[in-house]
């Protein structure tokens, strides 16, 4: 499955972006869906994942309560809607998915990567 990212952008500080990731492939819905981030200088990290029936989500301590993963199986996306942002939520994201039986939270587990969307948020 290809993957592709969009919905960066700048926004000062306690606004909000929403995220969106479109995938190409007829097997979209077999995937569990995952965001990450990197920052310049850091590792990448995982933020927020879904399972491919959208009955678990599961999201970094980071963003808890402040982010909302979800999916749409019939129109290939999934999308992350970001609120309250911090500066520190400032990085390059990803969104990538993964076939493996349960839901991952770590780089290693996803197969398939999308280009990335930098996030800026400014103090």
């Known amino acids: 499955v290809q993957l592709q990212a969009s919905g960066g952008g700048l926004v000062q500080a306690g606004g909000s972006l929403r995220l969106a990731c479109t995938a190409s492939g007829r097997t979209f819905s077999i995937y569990h869906m995952g965001w990450f981030r990197q920052a310049p200088g850091k590792e990448r990290e995982f933020v927020a994942a879904?399972?491919?029936?959208?009955?678990?989500?599961y999201y970094a301590d980071s963003v808890k309560g402040r982010f909302t993963i979800s999916r749409d199986n019939a129109k290939n996306t999934v999308t992350l809607q970001m609120n309250s942002l911090k500066p520190e939520d400032t990085a390059v994201y990803y969104c990538a998915a993964s076939g493996k039986s349960s839901l991952p939270t770590r780089t290693y587990e996803y197969e398939n990567w999308g280009q990335g969307t930098q996030v800026t948020v400014s103090s």
């Open positions: 879904v399972n491919w029936r959208e009955v678990r989500t």
